[in-house]
């Protein structure tokens, strides 16, 4: 039945029920379902509901509220829930070319559900099958059809128990046999186990195994990716030689089953090498169409994007939710107020709008940012499926590495600061299981350190623009010289043209008035990110030149330099890109002072963390300049407290996937929590245990003797 | 059997195991034993080993790595240990009287075991014993006795479903009957059921019942307490007309069975009322030794002060667990190097030791802070206790009370964002549940918000502060003209003696090496206290001049005024004690290096997090201040690194009770965390559900028709 946006029960976009967030529903500056439509467009809403309407209404996936699963129940079910999915088959292929950004919003949706769930489905059909795809050949094809169709089971098997950021120290080895036409996989022993690897513990048939290869004579070629059969899949048994296991509980996500495995010589076919960067010859000679090592590591940079890319938006999700069930609950929780006989919402404060608001604004401010990443990250996909090789498509390869690996520890971060603040905003409330922030705290925490430790992370990128600078410097002089020396493919980087005349610059807007715009901050951010780039160019020189090696001098660099500096460049690009997203003339006029207040408070809240660097740099003089800063914050957090509700309508899920007595639609707040506190398991019935205290008294002191 | 403090199994301080952590031990500036028996003295350490020797050979407390508990299981085997403390009585009242400090002792090894057996000790020995001892009367001593025989179980109900910070509109309702000489307790609704209480969801008998007090006539009396009998002891069943039961799952302290309850026009004798601040004769007539409720409530904040000191407490041994974790594991944990062929410890990089090392300093801070503050708390209830009504009694209990809502935020956040910061630091390991970081995190959590959320408690001090300054400006013109105008019993304000002319002082410190000592962030730290203070008292009155009312004007001061007021004058008083500790003659010049040095890493780390502030009121001024600033939290964090795990070897407790085999003291990182996978429950078997994914095959897209 073909459903209408507005109005009836099977519209795109229902009414809410009423209730107690009526009144700041009406008293929002914009329609919801306007601003709904205009981020998302029609087709993607229709998209999102029908996986959720799905979804819902299959017992498969009932909510159990208060259920307290077993492991080995949860990692059953979230399985069952996995094959679902395939059942479903809600994207098919050829949508997903025709609407690439259906991807992440089939990720976030399921995660949105449970991120276990996303996890499973995404290791198993992007993360295994897009290796398979991009690092094998065509004869390697066959597996991409066992993948769609889930006749195999599979998983990613990079980091071993030593080893994680630093993969170039992985131990398993491949020793190619030409006698048999075999490689030999081998673990030297449990430290070089395969570990953490998801979907490992209990359901992959088959694991990307990245193994040293070496062929006969002892010539060893580095890391490259072997298929290698782990269990059977007609018995889910190990296959011989294959020591595989489940790495236990972990802080959350504990759907996914984690495992290890150790290779006791198990040998594979020689076409097992997925060999897009390298293969062996029958007789056992390495070819490669790369020159050197380095260089064969350059070209795999894209799918290290494409996983940290996608983190992105698996942190996002978290914090949708968290900031909508915060939000709702502040809307309705009444505390204190100006009479001993009225209590307001505790929204009305200054201080819990300060806490969650600019929270609120960071959702759109980073969704928007990870989506228009995402179709970054397609561009160059489509380039290197087109065996593009020119100097722009590697110029966007490593550009699109430097943003996602920046983006990724600032969503992930943003999203486990926001999730805690978020659950301390609701008190006690939030720290009750059924409301669902220490779910998703648990979930999100993950992504501060797969795929890249943040930190680590944040080198990439500072290393990028260092890079930037030194080759200018070297190549022009002075790059001030030349009047267009920065340019990049998405022109994250042109800014820098100013460099370094820019940082004569001063802030100089003395009013809150003048201050409560995005502008402001960009401007600020510019000055900054030129001045830490110039700070750690020289700090680096000044280090290498007082006999430190670069590995040293870099290391003394980060935590002052580098870092900082790779955080202000990604929160520069975030802002900048929402900042033209909600000033195109394409923005309807209703939703225009919405949008750019949530620019605008994004943009100077995470400048204002700044702020002792920007005085530090000249950038701020006075009492007036961070008094400004502070004050603009708190004003546009009073100017959104109205709209607060209807901005989480629009990216709240259905109650049934949000799951959070304290966040429904409804807002009745207490009866929906008195109600699922009820329906829990033996909630009134006494302790089976009882007679410990009835009958087996304590005797005080009887065990003192033995002390 | 006496045991000696250096040498054999059985010494109070055995030596280590050998092993990957000796080259960190050898390098270490000081003797871990002396600093123990420093930090501790001998007393208390052998009181602690007590303690944990009596845990870890008793197989009730036997740790089961991977366990999956269940809820039921959990919390019965949580109330189990609590029985079976109370068989040992580590701590007579005697000894109690004796040596203070052995009571925070007790519950900090309790928690280190597992928080959940602390607070559900805690909450019927101290919460609720102490609120009967302290608010009843005479007749009440039989419940005392019957408390430490654990023949009643206690709880103590103040918060309702709908009011948790706001105190006084708490719902519940005593009637007297004088025909019955009873009270009749009552629920009005839902809403105003008793919830969030610790140990009445499953066990406790009794409970501290807080209700609006009415004689007949409707007079009522504002909340008052009432000992109420929930369950019976005989068959733990309900009492008529009491609805109790279990809220459900929290986000952690599982052991703990927190509840609800509703009562149904419950009556209860009149001697239930626990008398001490009010109350009513058989006839109904009401009687108080307090003039009015202000009153009242003044005398009830050392009691409130006694929680939050407690929870300032258990933060920290959270904290101590968590960074002696994350410390033996970067010790041990080898990623990347100078060269290809060599890797270094983790602990070894720079941005390691920055994430790390000053979390450390703030464990020794804060630990020393909350000793003090807790014997200041003594002499506070032994002058209650002797019935002392001076000035000088009334004025400690302001000044504790002004440091204890201040100092449980900065300890239990302080704590929230280290165990965080740990967790992240030791990379996917951190992530692994049975490395116990993802426990010590969920555990912590509630510290944040119950006795007072940790926003609302800073207002506290916040009032406090303005308070003084009100006084003073009022009394005395301005302060300035009289010598000596700030006075409280502990000291904590007397440097606003120096008040508003410390305000022309500047940060005058040029290089890095003056910069390594507390006494530099003391001064910065009195002078920011200051500042604060002045700008907080003129946005209030400014406030107020434009038409604020007081509710307004103090809300809209908070975020940007009262909170980092109060956030600096606490640290401003922790940075005080501890720099005196540290410098005290009695210190062994052995180890005055080394405490000096977390002295002053904690206290510039601390103040490092105000550089903003410091710079816009003039205090710090051009790029050389904050860069000194940054480059001496650097620096110590370098002089620090090799001391790093000696610190840690003083702060943990025993391997079976740290439970994290990252963390053990042998240092064997990977054997212990391999061998602990292996001993997880079916950790190799198939699962049970194989056949989900052999024989019952989905059928891509079957039910694409539902959709």
Redesign the interface.
């Known amino acids: 039945m073909a459903s209408t946006v507005e109005g009836g029960d099977t519209a795109l976009l229902p009414e809410f029920p009423r209730g107690p967030l009526d009144a700041y529903r009406a008293r929002a500056s914009f329609s919801w379902k306007e601003l709904a439509l205009f981020t998302e467009g029609e087709g993607m809403l229709r998209f999102k509901k029908?996986i959720f309407?799905?979804l819902e209404?299959d017992p498969l996936f009932a909510r159990s509220p208060?259920a307290?699963l077993?492991?080995?129940k949860y990692?059953?079910l979230n399985?069952?829930r996995c094959?679902?999915i395939?059942?479903?088959?809600?994207l098919s292929v050829e949508d997903m070319f025709k609407s690439p950004l259906k991807v992440p919003a089939l990720i976030q949706c399921l995660g949105m559900y449970d991120s276990s769930l996303a996890a499973k489905y995404l290791l198993h059909s992007l993360v295994f099958g897009s290796a398979v795809y991009s690092s094998g050949s065509e004869r390697h094809l066959t597996y991409i059809q066992k993948i769609?169709?889930?006749?195999i089971?599979g998983c990613f098997a990079l980091?071993e128990?030593?080893?994680?950021?630093?993969t170039?120290?992985i131990r398993t080895t491949a020793h190619y046999d030409p006698a048999t036409e075999e490689f030999i996989i081998h673990s030297p022993d449990?430290?070089a186990?395969k570990?953490?690897v998801g979907n490992m513990g209990?359901?992959a048939t088959h694991a990307v195994v990245f193994a040293k290869l070496c062929v006969p004579g002892d010539q060893c070629h580095g890391l490259h990716p072997f298929i290698v059969q782990i269990r059977d899949?007609?018995?889910?048994?190990p296959m011989p030689g294959v020591?595989?296991?489940?790495?236990?509980?972990?802080?959350?996500q504990n759907g996914l089953?984690n495992g290890?495995a150790m290779f006791h010589k198990v040998r594979v076919p020689r076409q097992s090498l997925l060999n897009r960067m390298g293969d062996v010859t029958p007789e056992g000679t390495y070819v490669s169409p790369f020159k050197d090592v380095r260089q064969r590591f350059g070209a795999s940079l894209g799918s290290l994007s494409s996983g940290r890319v996608s983190i992105v938006s698996l942190a996002i999700l978290n914090l949708k939710l968290a900031v909508a069930i915060a939000l709702r609950f502040s809307a309705t929780?009444?505390?204190?107020?100006?009479t001993?006989e009225e209590?307001i919402p505790v929204l009305e404060?200054?201080?819990q709008q300060?806490?969650l608001l600019p929270y609120l604004a960071a959702v759109y401010a980073l969704d928007h940012f990870s989506k228009s990443l995402f179709l970054d990250l397609v561009e160059l996909q489509r380039g290197l499926a087109s065996g593009d090789r020119s100097a722009r498509q590697a110029e966007l390869g490593r550009e699109i590495h430097a943003l996602a690996s920046a983006s990724k520890p600032l969503a992930s971060w943003t999203t486990?600061q926001g999730i805690?603040e978020c659950?301390?905003a609701c008190?006690?409330h939030?720290?009750?299981?059924?409301n669902r922030?220490?779910v998703l705290?648990?979930d999100n925490?993950?992504n501060?350190?797969?795929e890249g430790?943040?930190?680590i992370l944040l080198q990439q990128t500072s290393n990028y623009l260092l890079g930037l600078l030194a080759h200018q410097v070297h190549v022009t002089g002075m790059c001030v010289l030349d009047g267009a020396c920065f340019r990049s493919p998405l022109k994250s980087v042109d800014f820098l043209d100013a460099y370094p005349g820019i940082l004569d610059q001063k802030f100089e807007v003395s009013s809150v008035a003048d201050c409560l715009d995005s502008a402001v901050a960009l401007a600020a951010y510019k000055w900054l990110v030129c001045y830490l780039l110039r700070e750690t160019y020289q700090k680096l020189n000044q280090e290498k030149r007082s006999g430190s090696?670069d590995?040293?001098a870099r290391?003394?660099c980060?935590?002052?330099h580098g870092?900082p500096l790779a955080l202000a460049f990604v929160e520069l690009t975030v802002v900048q890109r929402f900042h033209e997203h909600v000033h195109q003339p394409s923005v309807p006029p209703s939703l225009r002072a919405v949008l750019g207040r949530l620019s605008a408070l994004y943009a100077l809240w995470s400048l204002s963390r700044h702020?002792?660097?920007l005085?530090?740099?000249?950038y701020?003089s006075g009492?007036q300049?961070?008094?400004v800063l502070?004050?603009a914050v708190?004003a546009l957090c009073s100017q959104l407290k109205d709209d607060a509700v209807a901005l989480v309508d629009v990216i709240a899920p259905p109650d049934f996937v949000l799951d959070s007595p304290i966040g429904r639609a409804d807002g009745e707040l207490?009866k929906n929590?008195?109600g699922a506190?009820?329906q829990?398991s033996?909630?009134?019935e006494?302790?089976?245990?009882?007679p410990?205290?009835?009958v087996n008294?304590?005797?005080?002191?009887?065990?003192?003797s033995?002390?």
């Open positions: 029908t309407s799905a209404n208060g307290d077993s492991l080995e990692r059953e399985f069952l094959k679902r395939f059942e479903y088959d809600f769609f169709r889930m006749e089971f980091t128990l030593s080893h994680g950021s630093n170039k120290a449990f430290e186990a570990f953490w209990k359901t899949p007609k018995t889910l048994l020591m595989v296991g489940d790495i236990g509980k972990k802080l959350g089953d290890f929780r009444r505390q204190f107020g100006p001993e209590e404060y200054p201080m300060w806490r486990q805690q659950r301390e008190g006690g939030g720290y009750l299981a059924m922030l220490g705290r648990d925490d993950p501060c350190t797969y430790d943040n930190n090696s590995f040293e290391n003394k980060q935590v002052s870092r702020a002792a660097l005085y530090r740099g000249g701020f009492e300049a961070g008094e502070e004050s708190l207490y929590l008195w506190v009820l829990e033996k909630v009134l006494r302790a089976s245990w009882w410990e205290f009835s008294k304590p005797v005080i002191g009887s065990l003192k033995k002390l």
